[in-house]
């Protein structure tokens, strides 16, 4: 027997999050967020769950992340942001967040690869070679106009 994103990350989202936290595809992401994502098989997609909005009540002042999805059995995290240089720390910030959240999270415990995403809110414009840009890259943050799975 072996854990399962289809089992287990619906659980672990609404132990992390709250009831009604869990939304089957992508329904959990914003209209204009979910535009950005291409699937390249909808059925492969387990799930996903706004942690932002979920968490802003009890962490108002925290740089909090997005969005989780389980897509094809692995943990995919996308962050929603303007891609510019100016805009790097805050996205470099809010993966830091995400990272402490997730070692006292029950969606942390799951045993799946994870996959960290900036997807671009319009245009990118981190400068090429520049501190940011590299800060960016360390953090395995390299900001996509598109996600294609």
């Known amino acids: 027997w072996c854990m399962t994103l289809e ?8 132990q992390d999050l709250g009831t009604g936290a ?3 595809g992508l329904q959990a992401l914003k209209a204009s967020d979910r535009s950005l994502i291409k699937p390249s098989n909808t059925r492969l997609c387990q ?23 389980a897509y094809n059995q692995t943990l ?28 006292n999270s029950r969606l942390g415990k799951l ?8 997807l671009a809110s319009d245009k990118i414009a981190i400068t090429k070679g520049s501190k940011q840009a ?3 890259a360390q953090m395995g943050l390299t900001p996509v106009r598109q996600l294609t799975l």
Not at 7 to 14: G, L, N, R, S, Y
Not at 56 to 66: F, K, L, M, T, V
Not at 111 to 118: I, L
């Open 7 to 14: 089992t287990d990350f619906p659980v672990a989202i609404e």
């Open 22 to 24: 869990y939304q089957k």
């Open 47 to 69: 799930g996903s769950a706004d942690i932002d909005t979920r968490l802003a009540e009890q962490q108002p002042q925290s740089p909090r992340w997005d969005y989780v999805m």
């Open 76 to 103: 995919h995290f996308i962050e929603v942001h303007p891609a510019h240089t100016s805009e790097v720390s805050a996205v470099i910030r809010k993966k830091e967040w995400l990272m402490a959240w997730l070692k």
């Open 111 to 118: 045993e799946s690869p994870r996959r960290f995403h900036w």
């Open 134 to 136: 590299r800060a960016a």
